[in-house]
């Protein structure tokens, strides 16, 4: 029965590594989803127990949380305003749906200047927030996908060895 669990906690796991790259997807949250099922599923007891479980959580929560704040903190650091992260948002969005993955790269960049120029900032601070914000957005895409493929082995490695020395599940 683990077997099955396994393969049901992969899928999810696969479609949130999409998701760390894919805004529109939850990433870190899938492969967490994924973690749960299984551990829940097997009683905590084929691989995954609740050490695991906190430990992926305090490690995907604040994996999250980074990913989330880099498009700002991006944007910010780079000189740009509240205008520049709304728009930097805001164009990643436009970007997804328009563009597809090149979008994603152009959309924040495009959007941070944008609102920045229309808030009345210069053209240079419009474009180093916009810079800021598409570096920002690659850090955090960057962080939460490495988080996503160390969790997603962590994970195969303590079921596999659970499985090998014969424990229950």
Known sequence: MA???FAVAMLLMLVGLLGAVV???PGLPLVLAGVYVYALATGLGAGIGPGHLVLYTLIGGAAILFGSLANLFGARAAGGSRAGALGAMLG???GLVLGGPLGLLIGPFLGAVALELLAGQAAG?????GLGAAVGLLVGRLAELTVSVGM???FVFSVVTAAVQGKPG
């Open 125 to 129: 601070r419009a474009l180093r927030s």
């Open 23 to 25: 805004p529109l997807l």
């Open 3 to 5: 077997i099955g669990w």
């Open 152 to 154: 997603i082995a962590s």
């Open 92 to 94: 990643l969005l436009v």
